[in-house]
């Protein structure tokens, strides 16, 4: 079983519709989450970084972290085709020993928005 | 702000040669750097964490002779595939943070084939 499970779509959505996106994962010390999106040939693009429990709002952006039940999302209101990339979810411990801070990703989730 | 570029973004170049790639924090200073290979379709896979004046620290599998890294400064890291084989044929990517703690900043990338 992988640490992090995110299903990888394709997921295709009509431009206006909210996107939600999910990962799950099984290690209890993951303390802090990330959204990144990457474009085609490019490198990821940090949207969202959380701490513990909670949500936390960036314009069309909402993340959301649920540690009891080892599940964060990352929702896109009003969805445009220039958010058309794939969404990587990310997470890590407390930095600390000799784990510098390293991130676990998920496989990542094709996204489209189409006119 | 947290702008981390990479150079080059791309490299054609024969067997056997070696290759380096740039990595530079421009608006920040990395005390933590971090190389990942990226194959087509799949997620990150992290090679090895490089800390300010010190050695890096290789994944498991990552062989440390064949990918030399130094980080000589607080806003350079450098990456050289020695002997450069098909098989190394990747996308390379950086990130750095300003702190094991902060989260990391990608650059865009490097493109390496190997014919």
Known sequence: ?115 | GAVVSQHPSRVICKSGTSVKIECRSLDFQATTMFWYRQFPKQSLMLMATSNEGSKATYEQGVEKDKFLINHASLTLSTLTVTSAHPEDSSFYICSASQTFNQPQHFGDGTRLSIL
């Open chain 1, 1 to 115: 079983q992988k640490e992090v499970e995110q299903d990888p779509g394709p997921l295709s959505v009509p431009e206006g519709a909210i996107v939600s996106l999910n990962c799950t994962y099984s290690n209890s010390a993951f303390q802090y989450f990330m959204w990144y999106r990457q474009y085609s040939r490019k490198g990821p693009e940090l949207l969202m970084y959380t701490y513990s429990s909670g949500n936390k709002e960036d314009g069309r952006f909402t993340a959301q972290v649920d540690k009891s039940s080892k599940y964060i999302s990352l929702f896109i209101r009003d969805s445009q085709p220039s958010d058309s990339a794939t969404y990587l979810c990310a997470m890590r411990a407390n930095a600390g020993g000799t784990s510098y801070g390293k991130l676990t990703f998920g496989q990542g989730t094709i996204l489209t928005v189409h006119p």
